[in-house]
């Protein structure tokens, strides 16, 4: 993590670099002397957005006491975790819950009739998935 972290401080960097010739470039070889601001701002935020990034992954990686077993080029694939989370493999609510969002954002873009159909089946999805392990063979 540290790795990943060092290479988002290097891009944000670069970013703003760019950013600066990119400004100057356009002042100096555009029209008009002007700065073209869609360029510049989009590479500037590109450098903040990485700055970002590696200020949270240097944090994870202080709070997390230094490198976890995944960092480390000399680990077993069983040296890490082993509970990732609970999953259900046998589950057909996350594919349901696609199909409705997919609905509904086919309504979004062409007709909003679509939307109303997509609506309903979603929130049952959402509700199924969440209370599947409340019924049948599976309760706890």
Request: hydrophobic share 55%; net charge negative.
């Amino acid at each position: 993590m540290r790795a990943n972290s060092n290479l988002f401080w290097i891009l944000g960097g670069f970013f703003w670099l760019v950013d600066a010739v990119y400004i100057v470039w356009s002042i100096f070889f555009g029209n008009l002397m002007r700065i073209e601001w869609v360029g510049a701002v989009t590479m500037g935020l590109s450098g903040v957005f990485a700055f970002f990034l590696a200020f949270y992954l240097s944090r994870t990686h202080s709070a997390q006491g230094g490198e976890v077993p995944a960092d480390l080029p000399d680990a077993n694939i069983d040296d890490g975790d082993p509970e990732i989370g609970d999953f259900s493999p046998w589950s057909w609510w996350p594919f349901l819950l696609a199909f409705a969002l997919g609905l509904v954002f086919l309504g979004i873009a062409v007709g909003t009739w679509i939307s109303f159909i997509g609506a309903p089946i979603m929130i049952v999805s959402i509700v199924g998935w969440y209370f599947e392990y409340y019924r049948n063979n599976f309760a706890r």
